[in-house]
């Protein structure tokens, strides 16, 4: 797994993704902080990780798309399956890689809160909950991106093909205060994954949530090893 870690990180900066996924991300973060944190001069990081969230819904799916769909175009998807490496090995070393890119690009953001602190005195206790709550979907969206990357040799249709999934789960909670019938808009929210961020916006680091934010990734990391445990038979 290490070595799999290693490849898919330096990847990520051999190719043009990791420095357009990070570069595009400061970006955005830059724009989200200036619009709901300084010119409305509140000391609160609520209104910029909302907004950051559907920056990730777009992001994600660009630096997942091709972790599995490239290897499946080029057949050097065949070299992993001969390799001396598990299914699990492979996929959790690319989840890992993914994970830590998206990691440094949280550790840059810090910026913002050390500027937060400059000029107001924000509650550092919710700050740092907002970063872990945001941190793990992330990871939600990164293992669902990593799964939907291992059904498809194209790319573009797996980026695609993320990015309504992931848009979808975010509108979720949307969805539910728009639904009659009370069954099914719980249904509908208790499937919300934005919903349970709550929590972690009022400074809550709930176990239930955490445990569940990490349930919904290793349910998808399970399913891409599936997938590609039933591939590698084919």
Do not use: H
Not at 42 to 61: E, Q, T
Not at 82 to 101: D, N, Q, R
Not at 129 to 134: A, D, E, I, N, T
Not at 157 to 180: C, H, K, M, P, Y
Request: aromatic content about 14%.
């Amino acid at each position: 797994m290490k070595a799999i870690f290693k490849r898919e990180f330096k990847n990520f900066f051999i190719t043009p993704i990791g420095y357009i996924f990070i570069g595009f991300f400061m970006l955005m973060a830059a724009i989200m902080f200036v619009m709901n944190v300084m010119e409305p001069q509140i000391a609160d990081l609520s209104g910029f990780f909302a907004s950051l969230s559907v920056v990730l819904v777009v992001l994600v799916p660009i630096l997942t798309m091709r972790l599995l769909a490239e290897e499946k175009r080029n057949k050097t998807d065949q070299l992993l399956f001969t390799a001396p490496v598990t299914m699990t090995e492979i996929v959790l070393g690319k989840f890992f890689a993914t994970a830590a890119i998206y990691g440094l690009v949280l550790v840059c953001t810090w910026i913002f809160p050390i500027i937060m602190m400059i000029v107001s005195e924000p509650v550092v206790g919710i700050m740092i909950s907002q970063y872990v709550g945001f941190f793990l979907l992330g990871l939600v969206f990164i293992s669902i991106g990593l799964y939907i990357s291992a059904l498809t040799e194209n790319q573009i249709i797996s980026a695609i093909a993320s990015f309504g999934i992931l848009l979808v789960l975010v509108l979720l909670d949307s969805f539910a205060a728009n639904i009659s019938i009370p069954i099914v808009a719980n249904i509908v929210s208790w499937l919300s994954i934005t919903a349970r961020f709550e929590d972690f916006f009022i400074g809550i680091l709930n176990p239930a949530v955490i445990i569940y934010y990490l349930s919904i990734t290793a349910l998808f990391v399970y399913f891409t090893i599936q997938t590609l445990e039933k591939r590698r038979f084919i």
